[in-house]
């Protein structure tokens, strides 16, 4: 799948959840799913740092 694909579906999955959402439950998974996301990105640069032997972080 390339990005243009990856796009498309993410695009396509939002407006299919958002068509079944009041306003105030698109606005809670939308905060939600951010607030998943920037913690998941944060993990996965701590993993890399650890895994990278610059010694900064070595367990989550």
Known sequence: MDAYDWSTGVYAT???MAKCMTTEELSRTAILLTQLGTTLGTLAALR????GGTGAVTEV
């Open 14 to 16: 939002a407006v299919a």
């Open 48 to 51: 890399q740092m650890g895994e």
